[in-house]
């Protein structure tokens, strides 16, 4: 195709896929660029090559693709969705926050968009500005995903019954898998009554067991490690610290890594199990480690299991230490 026409744009398209795939990212790098060339809106050119530059590391031209593909076409939201995306990937969430934020100028009643804009919000510690475009997206798409992401946020803000109630919304609408199970007992846990212990110690129990039949299962969208950890989570909270401990050390996350950035969410809920099993030192350990590899600031403020540690100087020096990290 591209000997009949040199100029084809999709055709230089189809062989940037055929080198990706063949795992020749530079001879991708090439024909993206050369379809980019020929027509600066192509999208799939666009999204594709800008990938493949984060895959070879080179964060700067990614964002330049995306840029590039936004002045291409001003008002097309989804050049901002895929800016947005790379910025979350990159850890730059308050980035990701303003992309999303031009996306939905553009698109008001686009429901998804308003549910993307959840996580960026969240993490950046911007939940009065999140909730109502929460409502927003819960009355346009009613989904397990959204009520998760309106009690997230809620837990966040230490609005432990509401987000209770946001979670069992999610939960009536379909089987609730382990997720979701654990953070319905999570925040039945923080609401701190005895009938709410009750409840969360029981949601807890059902977690486990689901969470223990995926750490057996061969085949599983989620890693395992993510697993282990989420178990280790769970084991805490039900008070078997050595059962907890063991499923971290499963999970083979490295800390202080030196081959990859480690992934901040393992990270960082490693660090809410050492602070739940009362070993404060290795939970403060792992939360430096996790802020390093890209978890917010403001995540140390939000979670109730770090309560234990803020009297802590450790602990203190931390958080000032981040706390004016606009990166996060």
Not at 174 to 196: C, E, F, M, Q, V
Request: charged residues 20%; aromatic residues 10%; hydrophobic residues 45%.
């Amino acid at each position: 195709a591209v000997k009949l026409e040199p100029a084809s744009s999709p055709a230089h398209t189809c062989l940037g896929m055929i080198s990706f795939a063949a795992g020749d990212l530079q001879q991708a790098v090439s024909e993206f660029s050369r379809a980019v060339q020929q027509d600066p809106t192509n999208v799939d050119a666009i999204v594709w090559l800008g990938r493949t530059q984060e895959n070879l590391h080179l964060p700067a031209d990614a964002e330049r693709t995306y840029a590039a593909a936004i002045e291409a076409r001003p008002y097309y939201f989804n050049a901002r969705l895929w800016a947005a995306n790379f910025y979350r990937r990159q850890t730059r969430y308050d980035d990701a926050a303003n992309a999303l934020r031009e996306a939905v100028a553009l698109v008001p009643g686009h429901a998804p968009l308003h549910a993307a804009l959840a996580a960026p919000l969240m993490l950046t510690g911007h939940y009065e500005e999140w909730l109502p475009a929460s409502q927003v997206a819960i009355e346009a798409m009613p989904t397990v995903e959204a009520f998760v992401l309106r009690g997230l946020t809620l837990f966040r803000m230490r609005r432990f019954d509401q987000a209770a109630a946001a979670f069992e919304q999610g939960r009536a609408l379909g089987k609730p898998d382990a997720t979701l199970l654990t953070n319905l007992a999570r925040a039945y846990y923080w609401i701190g009554s005895i009938d709410s212990r009750s409840k969360a110690l029981a949601l807890y129990r059902e977690a486990a067991l689901k969470f223990e039949e995926l750490a057996a299962q061969t085949n599983v969208r989620l890693p395992k490690a993510d697993i282990r950890i989420a178990l280790a989570d769970v084991y805490a909270k039900l008070d078997w610290a050595a059962d907890a401990k063991a499923q971290l050390q499963q999970s083979g996350l490295d800390p202080d890594s030196p081959d990859r950035p480690t992934d901040s969410h393992q990270l960082f809920f490693a660090a809410l199990v050492h602070a739940q099993v009362g070993d404060s030192s290795t939970a403060i350990r792992w939360l430096d480690r996790a802020i390093y590899w890209g978890v917010p600031a403001a995540e140390l403020q939000a979670w109730p299991e770090l309560d234990g540690l803020r009297t802590q100087p450790a602990f203190r020096a931390l958080v000032t230490a981040n706390s004016n990290d606009s990166r996060r």
